[in-house]
């Protein structure tokens, strides 16, 4: 069976005591081996100002993309969920994010898919989320940075967007686990 926390690995690491000496402790932590819901918030952001999306939208779609083909029914039960009406699948559909795959004819019902526009957006989402692939920053800048109002939200975004950029080229410079496997197979 696997697990997904590797093994607890002890540290040094030094507190201050109330007459402000310092001294040593160790403590024990999980390393966590997945952590790409860090930045869900900050590519979820980014996404909606650059696709010009509410949350609503950018919700459905992460519904909808695991789902190769829906009809009314699964579309109904996202409905439940996230309080959409029977208007926002005409609204996506006129928006392009969502393509009808079969009209309904002869009682057989109609069946909608993603559109290619939504499936890209989506990919790109989860490469940003297991940091394979950084944030545009130009696109970053000029909308939330140089506008003439920007708010301080919309700084601290820009802000979260330079660190997970850092993290992106920090984990493409480290070697790979599964490369340091291959090689003490290979000793």
Known sequence: MRTYMRERIWKKRLFKVKKYKKREFYFRRVEVEHDFLKYIRVVRYWTRVRHKMTLAEFELLCFLYSEAIFDLATYQKLR????????????????????????????????????????????????????QEPINEFVSEVEMIKKQNSRYSERQYTRAIQRLNYEVKEQRRRPSQELFDKLSRLS
Request: hydrophobic share 40%.
């Open 80 to 131: 439940r969920l996230g309080g959409f009406t029977s208007a926002w699948l005409e609204k996506m559909i006129s928006r392009g994010y969502i393509n009808i795959f079969r009209e309904n004819k002869r009682g057989y019902p109609a069946l909608y898919e993603l559109s290619a526009k939504s499936k890209n957006i989506m990919r790109s989402v989860y490469r940003k989320l297991l940091l």
